[in-house]
């Protein structure tokens, strides 16, 4: 029968020594593990080399480190669901906006459905999410110079010209 300070055999005290110095972090040590458990240092040492604690420590680190990793996961797809919820409910309700004709801007339109395929996991290739895939068209005021400059007509009661730009066209 082995004896209980065999070092070939883990006993219970062995596996007991180990769960307290991992339990104590980054401020772990084996002088302050003999301290604790009332034995010498050079038989933790030997406890230490014997049953492999330091690989055991990386391992358990890092079978801590990939549960941790799982339920940030799980918590970000779960947060991410109901995110796409939310924006294809906006969706519906600017549907309805739109078929009523109540909407002015189709601006929001657009952001949903970019936020929506973000959401979903869509992107162009090569395009960082949130980039612009069209080509926006800008309008620059009216400098006099072009005799056939005729601002375009406010669409919905949204003009795209601001209302400097066409009295100062009108006065000219």
């Given at each position: 029968m082995p004896r209980r300070d065999d070092p070939r055999v883990e006993g219970e005290?062995?596996?007991?020594?180990?769960?307290?110095?991992?339990?104590h972090g980054e401020k772990r040590s084996l002088p302050r593990l003999a301290k604790e458990l009332g034995v010498s240092v050079a038989s933790l040492k030997v406890?230490?080399?014997?049953?492999?604690?330091?690989?055991?420590?990386?391992e358990r680190d890092a079978q801590v480190a990939r549960q941790?990793?799982?339920?940030?996961?799980h918590r970000g797809q779960?947060?991410?669901?109901?995110?796409?919820?939310i924006v294809r409910a906006a969706l519906t309700l600017l549907a309805r906006a739109i078929t009523?004709?109540?909407?002015?801007?189709?601006?929001?339109?657009?952001r949903?459905?970019?936020?929506?395929?973000?959401?979903?996991?869509i992107t162009a290739p090569g395009e960082a999410a949130g980039a612009h895939t069209?080509?926006?068209v800008v309008i620059l005021p009216d400098d006099g110079s072009d005799p056939d400059f005729e601002p375009p007509a406010p669409v919905h009661?949204?003009?795209p010209v601001p209302e400097e730009v066409t009295t100062s066209h009108a006065e000219a």
């Open positions: 005290h062995h596996k007991k020594a180990f769960e307290l110095y991992y339990a406890w230490s080399r014997s049953f492999s604690w330091r690989t055991r420590l990386r941790l990793a799982d339920q940030s996961s779960a947060e991410n669901e109901r995110n796409l919820k009523s004709g109540d909407l002015k801007q189709l601006g929001e339109l657009d949903l459905i970019r936020l929506e395929e973000h959401l979903m996991g069209c080509n926006p009661g949204f003009s």
